[in-house]
């Protein structure tokens, strides 16, 4: 079929001004745009409605002109020629050219000397930054040049969500139905803030009567008119999910069809290897049985075989039970113990009856039968989203799995109103995957840590990447290649991060601004905002006619000084490594082309129709009815074979954060701190932009007033915040909606005083306002590598003066 061009306001074009359809480019809303140019100028982004996701434009979108002209903005290349450490870089504008032959000369050497792995790459974020436009190159080039260590914050980001949710379904979370769904969940997810399309959707799925659920510390967001808000210690989330799905076992409100048939709950799972039971391990196999086989039982207690991902081993047959344990008589002679995967997640779940939550959790024991209830009554179209605020702590994994399996039991998987993978148009993967060949893959410095972490993929935490510079484990690491991703500021440790970063022996930042990170580099490359260049997107989010939607935005004005898109940075420096015959010779336009051959597109048709088209595709509901699951066992897992495999625990456990005020043996730290993102800010990025700064114009922390009080701390104060690793200082906000235990920290301060704005925060210092400052990276999930940057514990204190 052909694409669709959509009803678009017409581009409006005169002489002096000019309206261009684009999309926002700054964080994962990815919202449907005009940009405004006049006289050459960037002058206004606005919504296109025309677009799936171009309902609205949040205050950052609008203030695209201002992020554009920001002063602060690094517009030639430049090179560091003083030492690092010295307080005067001296830092000298260079050539493009000069730039390339430098970083192709060092690469190519450091490669030639130690191997490729002793370059490593960084990536900021695609969900908080533009550099989703051109990721997938950036990701085309480590794989090229060979390098298996790629820093990109996934672990702290969207691993558990997009990759530890393949433990329980085989692929990551889905896309919320949004429009279907009869109860959302939002789980440690603020969309109003973070996600302002699918707020919007969400908004609209409350008017039609949708339940919304909000599981926060915070009252933030949906959480202030939501049906339900579980204002939840920060880090304990796993107790809640396995008490909410407690009830729900006790209740009997869950689909036990669903789960007989497409988890692996009715598989018997043997006592003495934690391993499901094979049908040939049995001294009387069942009748037909192939040898992997697995085996669940029949009500009259016979076993049955269950070959992998179907029901049954013929189909037909009796039900196999879900919750039923038996002793069996092995091959060998001797008898196990065997219990259904189903009957042993029920024992896992026993401990946290609403009692127990509710000490664990600090809400009200009632809250969890409410809470089961309302997951009950919308079944199965129940919608959730899981993100930050589950994700960043030492317990991350289990998390996950603990909210994965408890949605499970809701039927939703894949149905109306559930979390619904919708078809995406079809498009080659240009990240080049294939070009990092497995010998080179297994030297990730990440592996010897977990195997099942962001490492099976090339990724590393900065944990890995500065214990492998500063103290050459497992080897070291010689040169970093950065394209954004702040480490100071986002990751925990910043005193050890900037010590690692000093000790490389090349260092490259490709970045908008000067920041804490990129100012400890060699050399520091120009990139221009979304606005100066072409993005090809193909699928946005939230719904079908989003995924569906296909769009080359066009540049709105010309790059700025010198500054170029990211693209541009790695076609040309592929080529002076010797890596052009991986990206089409230099041809951009050859490398995108590629992307869109199996839609049959091509860049001129996309070209013609700037504001996008929908390439059509149905929604197919419950694929795994034909599909089954990419699962071991072919089905949802309750029971995870693949994580005791690797010494974690198979069934969902909750286990106490790192720092825990319930365990903590020292008393000095009674205050809970987590962090969130902030409307008007991305990470560390848009301080400077000052019809954003003037909504915060300095960094806080928000408290319980009786907190304050006892500490004798007025609202507007001074305040040191403390932890055992360092310290900062904030302004004092109250906030009576907090737990009076609990305390939230506004992250990513560092920039230099704006026009009408208080001073810059030294990244680096105690009288500097920088979060990572508090957050050891020595203790990280054991799986995954988050880091505790939500569930710290600390101390507050009055400053005199200020
Ligand atoms: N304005 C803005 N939008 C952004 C970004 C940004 O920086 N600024 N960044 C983008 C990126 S990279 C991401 S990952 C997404 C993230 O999007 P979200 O996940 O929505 O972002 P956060 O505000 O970090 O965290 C969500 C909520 O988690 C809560 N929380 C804190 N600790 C806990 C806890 O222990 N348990 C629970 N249940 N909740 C907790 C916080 O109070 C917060 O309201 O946003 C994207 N969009
Ligand atoms: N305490 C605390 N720490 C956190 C979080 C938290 O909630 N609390 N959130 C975590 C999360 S979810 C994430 S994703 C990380 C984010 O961590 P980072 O990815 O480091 O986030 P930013 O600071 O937003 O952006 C990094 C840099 O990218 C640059 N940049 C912007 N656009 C482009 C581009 O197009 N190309 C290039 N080359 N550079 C660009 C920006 O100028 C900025 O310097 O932070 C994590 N850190
Ligand atoms: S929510 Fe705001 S920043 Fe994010 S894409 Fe939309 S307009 Fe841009
Ligand atoms: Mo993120």
Redesign the pocket.
């Known amino acids: 079929m052909p694409p669709t061009p959509p009803d678009h306001p017409p581009a409006e074009s005169s002489a002096s001004r000019r309206v261009i359809p684009g999309f926002c480019g ?4 990815r919202c449907g745009s005009r940009m405004v140019v006049e006289d050459g100028r960037l002058v206004a982004q606005l919504p296109d409605p025309a677009h799936p996701t171009g309902r609205a434009q ?1 205050v ?1 979108g609008r203030a695209a002109p201002e992020l554009v002209y920001d002063p602060q903005r690094v517009l030639h290349p430049l090179l560091r020629t003083r030492p690092k450490g010295d307080a005067d870089p001296g830092w000298r504008e260079i050539s493009w050219d000069e730039a390339f032959d430098r970083i192709a000369r060092t690469l190519g050497r450091i490669r030639d000397e130690s191997g490729a792995e002793a370059v490593a790459f960084a990536i900021a ?5 533009p550099i989703a436009d051109d990721v997938r190159w950036i990701e085309r080039l480590a794989n090229a040049f060979g390098s298996p260590n790629v820093a990109n ?1 996934t672990e702290i ?2 691993w558990h969500k997009d990759f530890t949710h393949q433990h329980t379904f085989g692929r990551g979370i889905a896309t919320p139905d949004f429009a279907h769904s009869r109860c959302i969940v ?6 109003r ?3 302002l399309n699918n707020a919007l959707s969400i908004a609209a799925a409350r008017k039609r009567g949708a339940r919304v659920v909000v ?4 009252k ?2 949906f ?1 202030a008119d939501a049906d339900l808000w ?1 204002r ?6 796993g107790a ?1 999910a396995l008490g909410a799905a407690r009830m729900m076992l006790a209740r009997g409100w869950f689909d036990a069809a669903f789960l007989r048939d497409f988890s692996n709950g009715p598989l018997l799972v043997r006592s003495d290897t934690g391993r499901f039971l094979r049908a040939d391990e049995l001294a009387l196999p069942p009748a037909g049985a192939g040898a992997d086989d697995f085996v669940s039982l029949s009500a009259n207690g016979t076993a049955i075989a269950c070959r992998r991902g179907t029901r049954t081993a013929g189909g037909a047959g009796p039900d196999p039970l879900l919750a039923a344990g038996i002793e069996l008589e092995l091959a060998e002679g001797r008898r196990v113990r065997c219990d259904t995967a189903h009957a042993l997640f029920e024992q896992a779940c026993a401990p946290y009856t609403p009692e127990r939550v509710a000490e664990l959790c600090w809400i009200e024991a009632g809250q969890v039968e409410q809470f089961a209830r309302l997951l009950h009554e919308a079944s199965p179209a129940v919608s959730y ?9 030492t317990n991350a994994t289990q998390t996950d799995r603990a909210i994965a399996t408890l949605m499970a039991l809701t039927g939703s998987f894949d149905a109306p109103g559930g979390n619904v993978a919708f078809t995406p148009p079809p498009a080659n993967d240009a990240s080049g995957k294939a070009l990092l060949g497995a010998a080179q893959r297994a030297r990730c410095i990440g592996l010897a840590r977990s195997r099942l972490g962001p490492a099976r993929l090339g990724l590393v935490g900065s944990d890995a990447l500065w214990d492998a510079i500063l103290e050459r484990e497992p080897y070291a690491i010689r040169a970093l290649v950065g394209f954004g991703r702040d480490f100071l500021l986002n990751h925990a440790d910043a005193e050890r991060a900037a010590k690692a970063l000093a000790a490389l022996e090349f260092c490259v930042y490709a970045d908008l601004t000067l920041t804490p990170t990129a100012a400890l580099a060699d050399l520091v490359l120009p990139i221009c905002t979304p606005w100066e260049r072409e993005a090809l997107r193909v699928g946005f989010e939230g719904s079908q006619a989003a995924e569906s939607w296909v769009q080359l935005r066009p540049a709105a004005i010309a790059p700025l000084g010198e500054s170029r898109p990211d693209a541009w940075v790695v076609f040309e420096l592929a080529q002076r490594l010797g890596l052009g015959e991986h990206f089409w010779d230099g041809d951009l336009e050859a490398g995108l082309a590629h992307i869109l051959a199996p839609l049959g597109l091509s860049l001129d048709e996309l070209r013609a129709h700037p504001g996008g088209l929908a390439h059509p595709a149905a929604t197919r509901y419950r694929k795994y009815l034909d599909e089954g699951f990419d699962t071991p066992t072919g089905r949802i897992e309750l029971y995870a074979e693949t994580l005791l495999a690797h010494g974690a625990a198979p069934l969902p456990d909750f286990v106490e954060p790192a720092d825990s005020p319930l365990t903590a043996a020292d008393a000095a730290f009674p205050l809970v701190m ?10 560390g ?2 301080r400077q932009a000052p019809s954003l700064r003037r909504h915060t114009p300095e960094p806080a922390v928000h408290l319980h007033p009786d907190a304050a009080r006892a500490r004798g701390i007025a609202e507007g104060d001074a305040v040191r915040l403390r932890s055992a690793h360092g310290s900062i200082r904030l302004r004092a906000r109250f906030d009576d909606t907090l737990d009076a235990r609990v305390v ?1 920290v506004e992250y ?1 301060w560092w920039q230099p005083a704006g026009p009408g704005t208080a001073d810059g925060y030294d990244a680096l210092s105690e009288d500097g306002a920088n979060y990572s400052r508090l957050v050891s990276d020595h203790r990280v999930d054991p799986v995954s590598g988050s880091q505790p940057l ?2 710290g514990l600390c101390e507050i204190e009055p400053v005199l003066g200020r």
């Open positions: 700054l964080c994962k809303s949040c950052k974020t695609p969900s908080g930054t914050g980001c969207n939002l789980w440690g997810h603020n969309p803030d973070t996600w599981i926060d510390p915070r933030a967001g959480a579980l939840v210690r920060p880090g304990s989330d809640l989203y899981c993100w930050a605020g589950v994700c960043q702590h987590t962090t969130a993102k902030l409307r008007h800010f991305r990470h990025q848009d939230w990513g939500r569930s």
